[in-house]
């Protein structure tokens, strides 16, 4: 499983602990095959309109579609969010990590709507951050620092483009 990490996202999080906590819960898509069932199920409901409207290339034109604005339903999120939970506690890293980033992100969406995509693929955050709250206060163990006396971000990944 690769990543990409935009430079933004980098940028935005306030330690290792908080990158850890995202890539967690996008890999949780990736396992439980979030997108992919995204996509099935627009590419399913435009094909059957293309067929309606007997347009052939719908489909095509589904899948382009559904590449472009792929949302993930409110449950794909939860799971993930508990999925991603788990793997922090099974690493023993910071579970507020995923918390402190969603606050960050909500506190710059309601400052500048509209400019994060990240935000735009995963509604809603308000909803996702109270239930998180809640997961991560019945977490109990001491947390283990992911990168100790390490600068954050670091500089040798923000360095010009
Ligand atoms: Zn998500």
């Given at each position: 499983?690769?990543f990409?990490?935009?430079?933004?996202?980098?940028?935005?999080?306030?330690?290792?602990?908080?990158?850890?906590?995202?890539l967690?819960h996008?890999?949780?898509?990736?396992?439980?095959?979030?997108?992919?069932r995204?996509?099935?199920?627009?590419?399913?409901?435009?094909?059957?309109?293309?067929?309606?409207?007997?347009?052939?290339?719908?489909?095509?034109?589904?899948l382009?579609?559904?590449?472009?604005?792929?949302?993930?339903?409110?449950?794909?999120?939860?799971?993930?969010?508990?999925?991603?939970?788990?793997?922090?506690?099974?690493?023993?890293?910071?579970?507020?990590?995923l918390?402190?980033l969603?606050?960050?992100?909500?506190?710059?969406?309601?400052?500048?709507?509209?400019?994060?995509?990240?935000?735009?693929?995963?509604?809603?955050?308000?909803?996702?951050?109270?239930?998180?709250?809640e997961?991560?206060?019945?977490?109990?163990?001491?947390?283990?620092?992911?990168?100790?006396?390490?600068p954050?971000?670091?500089?040798?990944?923000?360095?010009?483009?």
């Amino acid at each position: 499983m690769s990543f990409v990490v935009f430079r933004g996202l980098l940028e935005r999080t306030g330690s290792p602990e908080e990158l850890a906590a995202v890539l967690a819960h996008e890999a949780e898509h990736v396992i439980q095959r979030h997108a992919t069932r995204a996509i099935m199920r627009d590419l399913t409901w435009r094909a059957v309109l293309g067929l309606i409207a007997g347009d052939s290339q719908g489909v095509l034109v589904g899948l382009a579609g559904a590449l472009g604005e792929l949302r993930y339903r409110r449950q794909d999120e939860e799971a993930a969010d508990s999925g991603a939970l788990r793997t922090l506690q099974r690493a023993r890293l910071d579970p507020a990590g995923l918390l402190r980033l969603f606050r960050t992100l909500e506190k710059e969406s309601s400052e500048a709507p509209g400019v994060i995509r990240y935000l735009s693929t995963h509604p809603p955050l308000r909803q996702r951050l109270a239930r998180m709250e809640e997961l991560v206060a019945r977490e109990r163990y001491q947390p283990l620092p992911l990168l100790p006396a390490q600068p954050w971000p670091p500089r040798d990944l923000c360095r010009g483009r």
